[in-house]
């Protein structure tokens, strides 16, 4: 098929102006044995940022797919981090490539909570969707998922030295499951509103959660001694093991329930927070020695833990005085009983201080580095990560701002943007600063203050910019120096539009004030410096009866376009500023519009969701195309082309062709509205801007686009998704209201690895078939003939078997999407599967998956494989064969484990003789060193 015309398709390049998203938290973590406390990572979208604090810049992008990451967490050992995405997906990437080797997928929604064990083998995630799943890290793969909560995950905690994992939600419950038997075992029930955060203090014994109020609930954890647990008579709950008080019932001599064979959690008081907001977040340090917390103002409250000797010496003090002051009481003659100091909250966790940051929190991490100086790293809700140092040791310490970033983005979203003329320099504008940057290095060049810009130009030559402000001013500024040159009183409305005259001697301007005004450059010289500056000479005003959206000159200068807050479009002639046409047919107001270069073509884009398509000429409709979900917030045309660009809020930008009324592509990448973007004058690059923080730089490649695949691509790609969201697969004998469930879902992969699976196991049937036929020839005709030929894929995989072809088949399947892709094979493809697995444990092969896929299959198909009278013999092979494998592999694990052990105790034994060697070695040196000296004075005197 031939081009007919050819479109080249734009492809993201990189993703900057954005320093940390709002939705996911922020976390400490250490790059190549760097110093502690000096990195953080911040997600950036559908990316993850690892900031250097001490230099301000980003040293490792954590690269994502197209989702935005909403939660993460850095491993114990500091090696990798936990990503989570909006979409369900958990990402573990390594810290030192920057790559992500293991990927899970068991949520419906966006991953709300990641939180590893204490051997960072194990990784509990919690979702929107208000399930739980526990994962495997080491073995890549889903171990349960948990039900219980009613509403989205908020916090979840592993209990280092038990089995347990606690877990709250916003449905105000906080849960206790107990891991051995996949099951909540007990449920807190002390909150009123959404339970927002929790922490563990004073190794394990303390638990403190965060609500909707300005309380801070503690409580006392109990847990059960192992020597109580058999062989003892069952104390009354009266005077039970746990010292919890029981009912009348317990003390008539019932047996104790399941929760308190476990543990006992009572409610022991409660902190109160100065703020009176809701808990956003709450934090502690790795011993839990610090607790940090924060509503959703910019007051950060941090408290210390005292450890129990310094609360044990607090109260042996004030029952000191307490005996004085009684002892007093008695001197004068009063009747005064012992005194007795009650323990308090407030004597176990005292405030230390308070911090405030320069705008409201979002999120909050703290680390105890050397010494006791806590480093704390905030990531504020204006695109701000700042860093606070405290030198816990004094008594009254202050929060010390050790570092901000804020070069690298706005503070507010950039509501402007401008490419320079020599397709380098790229300016964005914001309600508080502008900034200038280099498009290939995408480092900021200049940082201006200015007022809240909602328009912006490059003044011809590139030496100055322009910007159009809320408040109607014109603001001038030199590149050079980055200082502000004037400020013209403009309009007394918000400025809403500015373009640049084709002959480049002026600018028009409109605005709120349904004024549209023209301006020309000037030169004039400068007072204190004696030098010429650029000013701008107001030259004509045309009135208007409503307020003016945007303006455009026609690339010839003889038409001026004026779009209306009545939903119209008017064309004037330039030089006379009379009217010449009015364009009407828009629902809702033209928030932008564009000329074509040839002057022939006028494109505007409406808040009605519309695009129309007009002729200069007559202003015939040329054509209305539906363009966006959402309005359309910015048009413009590619140089020499009759392309334009749209860009709306339904986050998405679309290319269209005006000659043919086609949609050529749709750039996906913003994951809020797009308020604007920019095109470089040759075409090759586009910049926009987002309520995401983020500018995004899109670049043309030499890839063309062929319009009947592009919708066969979108198709497929709707297809595939209709798939994935359809009915999850039943697990035979799985009860949905039960708590424990399997925990990955069906996805495309998984759909995909099945198909690949049933492909593989046709080709065995096939083969097999092949070979008994030649059997049966070579039988009948009384010699060995020639065998069969191959199959051709086989052949492709270096001449293989077509059982070894099943087996690599399974072997590249991800260990996380297995399970799920076995349960999606039909029955019928089992029993060749069972003979299969078979003969790979015979001769060894792969033992250890195959166990766990045959253990699968046998768990979820068990009643029709034991009611199947011919697979009694493959299982009964099979028990036979697994079972003498599997204890081969164990003796040659625990045979290399001991040799390991042996080597280890070795080493330290060498390392102990070296080291006391070292010692005598050293001492023998000071020795000499000492009567050197003795000799060397005795010499002098």
Same mark, same amino acid.
């Given at each position: 098929?031939?081009?007919?015309?050819?479109?080249l398709?734009?492809a993201?390049?990189?993703?900057?102006?954005?320093?940390?998203?709002?939705k996911?938290?922020i976390?400490f973590?250490?790059?190549?044995g760097?110093?502690?406390?000096?990195?953080?990572?911040?997600?950036?979208?559908?990316?993850?940022?690892?900031?250097?604090?001490?230099?301000?810049?980003?040293?490792?992008i954590?690269k994502?797919?197209?989702?935005?990451?909403?939660?993460?967490?850095?491993?114990?050992?500091?090696?990798?981090?936990?990503?989570?995405? #909006?979409?369900?997906?958990?990402?573990?990437?390594?810290?030192?490539?920057?790559?992500s080797?293991?990927?899970?997928?068991?949520?419906?929604?966006a991953?709300?909570?990641?939180?590893y064990d204490?051997?960072?083998a194990?990784?509990?995630?919690?979702?929107?969707?208000t399930?739980?799943?526990?994962?495997?890290?080491?073995?890549?793969?889903?171990?349960?998922?948990?039900?219980?909560?009613?509403?989205?995950?908020?916090?979840?905690?592993?209990?280092?030295?038990?089995?347990?994992?606690?877990t709250?939600?916003?449905?105000?419950?906080v849960?206790?499951?107990?891991?051995d038997?996949?099951?909540?075992?007990?449920?807190?029930?002390g909150?009123?509103?959404e339970?927002?955060?929790?922490?563990?203090?004073?190794?394990?014994?303390?638990? =403190?959660?965060?609500?909707?109020?300005?309380?801070?609930?503690?409580?006392?954890?109990?847990?059960?001694?192992e020597?109580?647990?058999?062989?003892?008579?069952?104390?009354?709950?009266?005077?039970?093991?746990?010292?919890?008080?029981g009912?009348?019932?317990d $003390?008539?001599?019932?047996?104790? +329930?399941?929760?308190?064979?476990?543990?006992?959690?009572?409610?022991?008081?409660?902190?109160?927070? $100065?703020?009176?907001?809701?808990?956003?977040?709450?934090?502690?340090?790795?011993?839990?020695? =610090?607790?940090?917390?924060?509503?959703?103002?910019a007051?950060?409250?941090v408290?210390s833990?005292?450890?129990?000797?310094?609360?044990?010496?607090?109260?042996?003090?004030?029952?000191?005085?307490?005996?004085?002051?009684?002892?007093?009481?008695?001197?004068?003659?009063?009747?005064?009983?012992?005194?007795?100091?009650?323990?308090?909250?407030?004597?176990? =966790?005292?405030?230390?201080?308070?911090?405030?940051?320069?705008?409201?929190?979002?999120?909050?991490?703290?680390?105890?580095?050397?010494?006791?100086?806590?480093?704390?790293?905030?990531?504020l809700?204006?695109n701000?990560?700042?860093?606070?140092?405290?030198?816990?040791?004094?008594?009254?310490?202050?929060?010390?701002?050790?570092?901000?970033?804020?070069?690298?983005?706005?503070?507010?979203?950039?509501?402007?943007?401008?490419?320079?003329?020599?397709?380098?320099?790229?300016? +964005?504008?914001?309600?508080?600063?502008?900034?200038v940057?280099?498009?290939?290095?995408?480092?900021?060049?200049?940082?201006?203050?200015c007022?809240?810009?909602?328009?912006?130009?490059?003044?011809?030559?590139?030496?100055?910019?322009?910007?159009g402000?809320?408040?109607?001013?014109?603001q001038?500024?030199?590149?050079?120096?980055?200082?502000?040159? *004037?400020?013209?009183?403009?309009h007394?409305?918000?400025?809403?539009?500015?373009?640049?005259?084709p002959?480049?001697?002026?600018?028009?301007?409109?605005?709120?004030?349904?004024?549209?005004?023209?301006?020309?450059?000037?030169?004039?010289?400068?007072?204190?410096?004696?030098?010429?500056?650029?000013?701008?000479?107001?030259? !004509?005003?045309? *009135?208007? $009866?409503?307020?003016v959206?945007?303006?455009? %000159?026609?690339?010839?200068?003889?038409?001026?376009?004026?779009?209306?807050?009545?939903?119209?479009?008017?064309?004037? %002639?330039?030089?006379?500023?009379?009217?010449?046409?009015?364009? %009407?047919g828009?629902?809702? &107001?033209?928030?932008?519009?564009?000329?074509?270069?040839d002057?022939?073509?006028?494109?505007?884009?409406?808040?009605?969701?519309?695009?129309?398509i007009?002729?200069?000429?007559?202003?015939?409709?040329?054509?209305?195309?539906?363009?966006?979900?959402?309005?359309?917030?910015?048009l413009?045309?590619?140089?020499?082309?009759?392309?334009?660009?749209?860009?709306?809020?339904?986050k998405?930008?679309k290319q269209?062709?005006?000659?043919?009324?086609e949609h050529?592509?749709?750039?996906?990448?913003?994951?809020?509205?797009?308020?604007?973007?920019? =095109?470089?004058?040759?075409?090759?690059?586009?910049?926009s801007?987002?309520?995401?923080?983020?500018?995004?730089?899109?670049?043309?490649?030499?890839?063309?686009?062929?319009?009947?695949? #592009?919708?066969?691509?979108e198709?497929?790609?709707?297809?595939e998704?209709?798939?994935?969201?359809g009915?999850?697969?039943?697990?035979?004998?799985?009860?949905?209201e039960?708590?424990?469930?399997?925990?990955?879902?069906?996805?495309?992969e998984?759909?995909?690895?099945?198909?690949?699976?049933?492909?593989?196991?046709?080709?065995?049937r096939?083969?097999?078939?092949?070979?008994?036929?030649?059997?049966?020839?070579?039988?009948?005709?009384?010699? *060995?003939?020639?065998? &069969?030929?191959?199959?051709?894929?086989?052949?492709?995989?270096?001449?293989?078997?077509?059982?070894?072809y099943?087996?690599?088949?399974?072997?590249?399947?991800?260990?996380?999407e297995?399970?799920?892709?076995?349960?999606?094979?039909?029955? &019928?493809?089992?029993p060749?599967?069972?003979?299969?697995?078979?003969?790979?444990v015979?001769?060894?092969?792969?033992v250890?998956?195959?166990? !766990?896929?045959?253990?699968?299959?046998?768990?979820?198909?068990?009643?029709?494989i034991?009611s199947?009278?011919?697979?009694?013999?493959?299982?009964?092979?099979?028990r036979?064969?697994?079972?003498?494998?599997? !204890?081969?592999?164990?003796?040659?694990?625990?045979?290399?484990?001991?040799?390991?052990?042996?080597?280890?105790?070795?080493?330290?034994?060498k390392?102990?003789?070296?080291?006391?060697?070292?010692?005598?070695?050293?001492?023998?040196?000071?020795?000499?060193?000492?009567?050197?000296?003795?000799?060397?004075?005795?010499?002098?005197?």
């Amino acid at each position: 098929m031939g081009l007919t015309k050819q479109y080249l398709r734009y492809a993201a390049s990189a993703v900057f102006g954005v320093i940390g998203s709002q939705k996911a938290n922020i976390a400490f973590v250490t790059i190549q044995g760097g110093e502690k406390g000096r990195f953080v990572a911040v997600a950036a979208c559908e990316h993850v940022f690892i900031w250097d604090t001490r230099k301000a810049e980003k040293v490792l992008i954590l690269k994502g797919n197209k989702h935005e990451v909403t939660c993460l967490c850095p491993s114990p050992d500091g090696v990798h981090v936990a990503v989570g995405y #909006e979409d369900g997906v958990v990402r573990i990437f390594s810290l030192v490539s920057g790559e992500s080797s293991v990927s899970f997928n068991g949520h419906k929604s966006a991953v709300t909570v990641i939180r590893y064990d204490a051997l960072g083998a194990g990784l509990v995630t919690g979702s929107r969707d208000t399930d739980v799943i526990v994962w495997d890290v080491i073995n890549e793969c889903g171990l349960y998922r948990l039900k219980g909560h009613k509403d989205a995950i908020t916090q979840a905690l592993f209990i280092k030295d038990k089995n347990l994992l606690l877990t709250c939600s916003k449905d105000s419950f906080v849960k206790w499951w107990d891991l051995d038997t996949q099951h909540c075992f007990k449920t807190i029930v002390g909150h009123r509103s959404e339970v927002w955060g929790m922490a563990l203090l004073n190794q394990e014994s303390r638990l =403190i959660t965060g609500s909707a109020d300005s309380e801070l609930r503690a409580w006392d954890i109990s847990y059960l001694q192992e020597g109580k647990e058999a062989g003892e008579p069952k104390e009354k709950k009266g005077k039970s093991l746990l010292g919890e008080e029981g009912d009348e019932e317990d $003390e008539e001599g019932l047996d104790e +329930s399941p929760v308190e064979r476990i543990l006992s959690c009572n409610k022991a008081g409660s902190l109160l927070r $100065e703020a009176r907001d809701r808990v956003v977040s709450m934090t502690t340090d790795a011993e839990a020695r =610090i607790l940090a917390c924060h509503g959703t103002e910019a007051v950060l409250e941090v408290f210390s833990v005292l450890p129990e000797d310094e609360v044990e010496r607090v109260m042996a003090k004030k029952l000191k005085k307490a005996k004085k002051k009684a002892r007093d009481a008695q001197a004068a003659g009063e009747d005064v009983q012992d005194p007795v100091v009650e323990r308090k909250l407030a004597n176990e =966790i005292v405030r230390l201080t308070n911090i405030k940051a320069s705008a409201k929190i979002r999120w909050v991490d703290c680390i105890m580095c050397a010494g006791g100086e806590l480093k704390i790293a905030m990531l504020l809700q204006n695109n701000t990560v700042e860093t606070y140092s405290l030198k816990t040791w004094n008594k009254n310490p202050t929060g010390t701002k050790t570092s901000r970033l804020t070069l690298g983005g706005h503070r507010t979203d950039a509501r402007t943007l401008a490419f320079s003329s020599d397709n380098i320099g790229i300016l +964005s504008a914001s309600g508080e600063t502008v900034k200038v940057w280099n498009r290939s290095t995408l480092q900021v060049i200049r940082t201006m203050e200015c007022e809240y810009a909602l328009c912006s130009l490059f003044v011809p030559g590139d030496r100055q910019i322009i910007l159009g402000t809320k408040s109607g001013k014109l603001q001038i500024f030199d590149l050079a120096s980055g200082t502000l040159l *004037q400020t013209v009183d403009a309009h007394s409305g918000a400025l809403w539009s500015l373009c640049l005259s084709p002959d480049q001697r002026g600018i028009v301007t409109g605005a709120a004030d349904k004024t549209v005004k023209t301006w020309e450059f000037e030169l004039i010289k400068d007072g204190e410096t004696a030098q010429k500056r650029l000013t701008v000479k107001h030259l !004509r005003t045309l *009135q208007l $009866e409503e307020d003016v959206l945007c303006v455009k %000159y026609s690339p010839d200068q003889r038409l001026l376009a004026v779009s209306l807050l009545d939903c119209t479009v008017k064309v004037f %002639y330039t030089d006379t500023l009379k009217f010449f046409l009015s364009l %009407y047919g828009h629902k809702l &107001p033209v928030l932008c519009l564009d000329i074509s270069h040839d002057s022939a073509l006028i494109a505007t884009g409406s808040a009605d969701r519309n695009v129309k398509i007009w002729g200069l000429d007559f202003g015939d409709c040329h054509r209305s195309m539906f363009a966006h979900d959402d309005s359309v917030m910015f048009l413009q045309f590619v140089p020499k082309t009759h392309l334009f660009f749209t860009a709306g809020k339904d986050k998405k930008i679309k290319q269209w062709d005006a000659d043919k009324f086609e949609h050529i592509q749709t750039l996906e990448g913003h994951h809020r509205e797009v308020w604007c973007l920019a =095109i470089s004058p040759n075409g090759d690059h586009i910049v926009s801007s987002s309520h995401d923080k983020s500018l995004r730089l899109w670049e043309r490649t030499r890839e063309p686009i062929i319009l009947e695949e #592009e919708r066969e691509m979108e198709r497929e790609a709707e297809f595939e998704e209709s798939l994935a969201k359809g009915d999850e697969p039943v697990v035979p004998g799985e009860n949905k209201e039960t708590e424990a469930a399997p925990a990955a879902k069906k996805t495309i992969e998984t759909v995909k690895a099945a198909e690949r699976i049933m492909e593989a196991l046709e080709l065995y049937r096939s083969e097999s078939r092949k070979m008994e036929e030649h059997q049966i020839a070579c039988e009948s005709a009384g010699k *060995q003939l020639p065998p &069969p030929k191959a199959d051709p894929i086989l052949m492709a995989f270096g001449n293989v078997s077509a059982s070894r072809y099943v087996l690599d088949v399974i072997k590249k399947v991800r260990s996380s999407e297995l399970e799920v892709s076995l349960l999606v094979l039909p029955f &019928p493809y089992i029993p060749d599967l069972l003979s299969l697995f078979n003969l790979y444990v015979q001769d060894g092969l792969e033992v250890e998956l195959v166990c !766990r896929c045959l253990f699968f299959l046998l768990r979820i198909h068990f009643g029709q494989i034991s009611s199947n009278q011919m697979l009694l013999t493959i299982i009964d092979e099979l028990r036979t064969n697994t079972i003498s494998q599997v !204890r081969g592999i164990r003796d040659v694990l625990g045979f290399n484990s001991a040799g390991l052990q042996f080597l280890q105790r070795e080493l330290e034994s060498k390392e102990d003789v070296m080291f006391f060697a070292d010692a005598t070695g050293q001492l023998e040196q000071k020795r000499r060193k000492r009567k050197k000296k003795e000799r060397a004075v005795l010499t002098i005197t």
